[in-house]
């Protein structure tokens, strides 16, 4: 059994679990949070996302619940189903000892005949989205009449994508006698507000963590200017050893438009946005995990919380509305202990942005020339090459190498060598193999403002970090993405 985690007062079927997921050592948030969710107390908690504090409340709160009574006792209100998804997993693993345990996910976007059925056969947790959960309970499909806990996880990120309303509603249903833990990366006054009003003298849980990004991932920028930057990523994708990558851009307009562009330049992309229905984006994240998909083009709201492992590669098309945004984002890649590689693309005039970046990331990020046609024109004949050597080893090739030999002997006068450029011809599909297309290579304008020195413009293209006009060249709208659908 974990020492460090018996210390904390948990079961053994809860330790044998933690065995069998590898935790040794509980994270600070876990080491202060467990002993007062188990003591019964409420808990106002501050951590950066990836600190563990699922763990956190999942543990303490699956100790203390009946499971002979099959009605919701645990409901955890979370902002996007992929989080809800990603809760529910680790409950359902915490439990494997506890088989009596039955847990839900529900979530806007997915039918509701599946999330009755499993409503009407009895749970124990609900982990939900708030205008999912509040349809629920104004049907009269889900009773929280013998709730013990409300948690509320990434409360921030609930209230800046507009559920204030629905958390607020669902709070003041729910048993007034209840345990209620908050947690949240930022804590302003609406956190503080909600706090006061519906915990009883919580407990306050601060883990100090500068938002930083993993050992792991390597940080690049590359200095393009906005007419040139759909042609930039085309060329990126192309010329680095990329197995998946997700690029992100700040728009939901921009999504589908890009990953459009993407395609007709031989890639294989598509689009992940707030509007894209649940069984879509299902479908959208198994292509990526099993190949048939290279490249997401997202926004920060659709990938959060999107884990799969082959991504390689995170693209900063367009720069995030903060820095733990940027932190979010490229946390997507180097996960688990596999290199991750992480590209910023940084306006010629923004190189004070690019200071900022680097605060947030906890390093100087990279310089990353721009791939040159050489590059470009290697990578495609080294894959045309293993196109052939696919090739030799398909069923049909004597049959089609028997034609090819009948249409030698028919047509003499033609050489070998130019019967072979035709033959290349239609492998390639009527595409331009070698690129002839430059993308120039840029610089920032002016590095004194990067410096932050004397001289430097204080600011700048318009649209990074500050929720700025964007300046945009060729894709999406002026207009913000509200940050996907509610529930």
Not at 54 to 74: C, E, G, H, I, N
Not at 204 to 216: K, L, N, P
Not at 459 to 477: K, V
Request: with cysteine; hydrophobic share 40%; charged share 25%.
């Amino acid at each position: 059994m974990p020492p460090a985690f018996a210390r904390l007062g948990l079961s053994k079927p809860l330790l044998r679990a933690l065995v069998d997921l590898g935790y040794a050592e509980p994270t600070p948030i876990q080491a202060e949070t467990i002993p007062l969710l188990l003591a019964g107390r409420d808990v106002l908690g501050q951590a950066q996302t990836g600190s563990g504090k699922t763990a956190a409340f999942a543990l303490p709160l699956l100790q203390r619940m009946d499971l002979s009574l099959r009605k919701p006792q645990v409901l955890v209100l979370v902002p996007t189903r992929e989080l809800a998804m990603q809760v529910t997993a680790a409950f359902e693993r915490y439990a494997a000892g506890m088989p009596e345990l039955r847990c839900v996910a529900i979530y806007g976007g997915a039918a509701y005949g599946p999330q009755f059925s499993q409503l009407n056969r009895g749970v124990q947790v609900i982990v939900g989205t708030p205008g999912r959960v509040m349809d629920h309970m104004t049907r009269g499909s889900l009773d929280l009449s013998s709730l013990k806990c409300l948690v509320l996880d990434e409360a921030d990120e609930m209230l800046r994508m507009g559920f204030a309303e629905s958390v607020e509603w669902v709070l003041s249903q729910a048993p007034v006698g209840r345990q209620t833990a908050l947690f949240s990366a930022t804590m302003p006054a609406s956190i503080r507000a909600i706090a006061q009003q519906h915990q009883r003298d919580p407990a306050h849980v601060t883990i100090v963590q500068r938002a930083a990004a993993a050992d792991t991932i390597r940080q690049r920028y590359v200095v393009v200017s906005n007419q040139h930057r759909e042609a930039a990523l085309s060329r990126i994708l192309e010329a680095e050893p990329i197995d998946a990558a997700i690029v992100f851009v700040k728009l939901k307009s921009t999504t589908e438009p890009l990953a459009e562009y993407l395609c007709r330049r031989g890639h294989k992309a598509a689009a992940l946005h707030g509007d894209v229905v649940q069984t879509q984006r299902e479908r959208i994240i198994e292509q990526l995990r099993a190949g048939h998909l290279d490249v997401v083009v997202a926004t920060d709201v659709a990938a959060r919380g999107l884990d799969v492992p082959r991504v390689s590669h995170v693209i900063n098309f367009d720069l995030p509305r903060g820095r733990e945004a940027y932190v979010h984002r490229i946390g997507r890649t180097g996960r688990a202990g596999r290199q991750g590689e992480a590209i910023l693309f940084v306006h010629p005039r923004g190189g004070r942005l690019l200071s900022s970046i680097e605060h947030a990331a906890g390093q100087a990020l990279e310089p990353m020339p721009m791939p040159s046609n050489r590059a470009v024109n290697k990578k495609r004949v080294a894959a045309f090459h293993e196109s052939i050597l696919r090739a030799l080893e398909d069923s049909q090739k004597e049959t089609l190498q028997s034609i090819m030999q009948q249409f030698q002997r028919e047509r003499p006068e033609l050489e070998a060598d130019a019967i072979l450029g035709a033959l290349a011809v239609l492998a390639v599909g009527g595409r331009q193999l070698l690129s002839r297309e430059e993308v120039p290579q840029e610089e920032l304008e002016d590095l004194r403002s990067r410096r932050g020195g004397p001289g430097g413009s204080r600011r700048g293209p318009p649209g990074f970090f500050d929720g700025g006009r964007e300046r945009r060249s060729g894709f999406g709208e002026r207009s913000r993405e509200r940050g996907g659908e509610r529930g």
